[in-house]
């Protein structure tokens, strides 16, 4: 078993499901002190994170992960315990085996043998690592981001271990991501019984030609390096259960993923303007969880495809798609991100699953991002 697979399995084993962390970062940690790296743990709340360096001087590369993961799902349609890591026909079964404790592993084991072999290196190398990236993402990535900026301190080139492959190992690295802005809103009726709808305003009735607009609405075209932003409605609820009763409240919540050609507030005119054309009575509270960012080529975009090519043959898909990442606390501190991992096919399903060759590739991958950066 090779030092990444078993260290995988290590942290797998142990049932950090957010926020919680069971020791996973002590396992980093403890390794990471051993390379000479200083360590500082930082618990907010019920969050554990730690921000760890080593090096002298030089650019700031830092590797970026979590070590939570979201919960299990029916126990029945697993084909074996979610926390006991289990080897079937070349694929790692368990919760966090691509999402994301393989790429952890794969980070501690690469910087072990860099750092074996270039025990003076150039620059200097970080880790960011939070239990808080499943959840509220509150107390975590970006708590940690808001003190390094606060003392000054800078991270030049990050690698988020996030699983972006789609197909193969190394299929796709992603080089930035659509911000996500979120609205919880409250339509006002007026209950009543269904019978005498005169006497009665139905919330639903209200929203539905205003719904029906925001989701077929085209809001943008996109950029070259971004999909068009898109508007999603995620919950829905209104009525009291009885079949008589027409409700005097209807809750939903919705997301839009925007690409830059869109702004916060021009968002919120837009939305907030077609509900009004409707004649919906409403209250609308917004929810910002990350603004867009995006690594232009450069010298760690360009580290990272080599490091892929050398172990895949091929370079990768620079993608900025899918959901957001811990990479939108660290761009604003003016770091290049990028996020390169294992595939992303199983992850919060049951019977998540990685390959176990890929977990070793990933390792190879990253040992050549460190060197190309500092070798």
Same mark, same amino acid.
């Given at each position: 078993?090779?030092?990444?697979?078993? *260290?995988?399995?290590?942290?797998?084993?142990?049932?950090? #499901?957010? =926020?919680?962390?069971?020791?996973?970062?002590?396992?980093?940690?403890?390794?990471?002190?051993?390379?000479?790296?200083?360590?500082?743990?930082?618990?907010? !709340?019920? #969050?554990?994170?730690?921000?760890?360096?080593?090096?002298?001087?030089?650019?700031?590369?830092?590797?970026?992960?979590?070590?939570?993961?979201?919960?299990?799902?029916?126990?029945?349609?697993?084909?074996?315990?979610?926390?006991?890591? /289990? &080897?079937?026909?070349? *694929?790692?079964?368990?919760?966090?085996?691509?999402?994301?404790?393989?790429?952890?592993?794969?980070? &501690?084991?690469?910087?072990?043998?860099?750092?074996?072999?270039?025990?003076?290196?150039?620059?200097?190398?970080?880790?960011?690592?939070?239990?808080?990236?499943?959840?509220?993402?509150?107390?975590?990535?970006?708590?940690?981001?808001? *003190?390094?900026? +606060?003392?000054?301190?800078?991270?030049?080139?990050?690698?988020?271990?996030?699983?972006?492959?789609?197909?193969?190992?190394?299929?796709? &690295?992603?080089?930035?991501?659509?911000?996500?802005?979120?609205?919880?809103?409250?339509?006002?009726?007026?209950? !009543?019984?269904?019978?005498? =709808?005169?006497?009665?305003?139905?919330?639903?009735?209200?929203?539905?030609?205003?719904?029906?607009?925001?989701?077929?609405?085209?809001?943008?075209?996109?950029?070259?390096?971004?999909?068009?932003?898109?508007?999603?409605?995620?919950?829905?609820?209104?009525?009291?259960?009885?079949?008589?009763?027409?409700?005097?409240?209807?809750?939903?919540?919705?997301?839009?993923?925007?690409?830059?050609?869109?702004?916060?507030?021009?968002?919120?005119?837009?939305?907030?303007?077609?509900?009004?054309?409707?004649?919906?009575?409403?209250?609308?509270?917004?929810?910002?969880? !990350?603004?867009?960012?995006?690594? =232009?080529?450069?010298?760690?975009?360009?580290? #990272?495809? +080599?490091?892929?090519?050398?172990?895949?043959?091929? =370079?990768?898909?620079?993608?900025?798609?899918?959901? /957001?990442?811990?990479?939108?606390?660290?761009?604003?501190?003016?770091?290049?991100?990028?996020?390169?991992?294992?595939?992303?096919?199983?992850?919060?399903?049951?019977?998540?699953?990685?390959? #176990?060759?890929? &977990?070793?590739?990933?390792?190879?991958?990253?040992?050549?991002?460190?060197?190309?950066?500092?070798?």
């Amino acid at each position: 078993m090779s030092p990444t697979l078993e *260290l995988t399995r290590d942290l797998m084993a142990r049932r950090s #499901v957010t =926020p919680a962390d069971e020791g996973c970062q002590e396992v980093m940690i403890r390794r990471l002190r051993a390379l000479g790296f200083e360590v500082e743990p930082l618990r907010f !709340g019920t #969050v554990s994170n730690f921000w760890a360096h080593r090096g002298e001087s030089g650019p700031v590369f830092c590797f970026a992960g979590h070590t939570d993961v979201v919960p299990t799902g029916p126990l029945e349609e697993w084909r074996s315990d979610p926390f006991v890591p /289990t &080897i079937r026909d070349g *694929l790692l079964y368990g919760r966090g085996a691509a999402d994301m404790k393989s790429g952890l592993a794969a980070m &501690i084991t690469a910087t072990e043998a860099f750092v074996a072999a270039h025990a003076r290196h150039r620059g200097r190398i970080a880790f960011l690592i939070t239990s808080d990236e499943e959840g509220p993402s509150v107390e975590g990535t970006k708590r940690v981001a808001a *003190l390094l900026a +606060q003392r000054g301190e800078r991270i030049d080139w990050c690698l988020v271990g996030e699983p972006s492959s789609e197909v193969s190992i190394g299929d796709t &690295i992603k080089i930035g991501r659509r911000g996500s802005f979120s609205g919880r809103l409250t339509v006002h009726g007026v209950q !009543g019984h269904v019978a005498y =709808p005169q006497l009665a305003e139905n919330p639903v009735h209200t929203l539905a030609p205003a719904l029906a607009e925001l989701t077929s609405r085209v809001w943008d075209q996109g950029s070259e390096h971004f999909d068009p932003t898109s508007f999603q409605v995620s919950n829905l609820n209104a009525g009291t259960g009885a079949p008589n009763v027409i409700p005097g409240e209807l809750k939903a919540r919705f997301n839009l993923r925007y690409s830059p050609v869109q702004t916060l507030e021009g968002l919120k005119e837009t939305v907030e303007g077609i509900l009004r054309k409707h004649g919906v009575r409403y209250t609308l509270e917004w929810y910002l969880s !990350g603004e867009p960012f995006y690594t =232009p080529p450069g010298a760690l975009s360009e580290a #990272v495809c +080599q490091a892929v090519r050398a172990v895949t043959g091929a =370079p990768p898909r620079l993608s900025t798609g899918g959901g /957001t990442s811990d990479g939108r606390f660290i761009a604003p501190l003016g770091a290049q991100v990028v996020e390169l991992g294992v595939v992303n096919a199983s992850i919060h399903k049951v019977n998540e699953h990685v390959r #176990v060759s890929d &977990i070793d590739a990933l390792h190879r991958m990253y040992l050549n991002v460190l060197g190309n950066l500092f070798g």
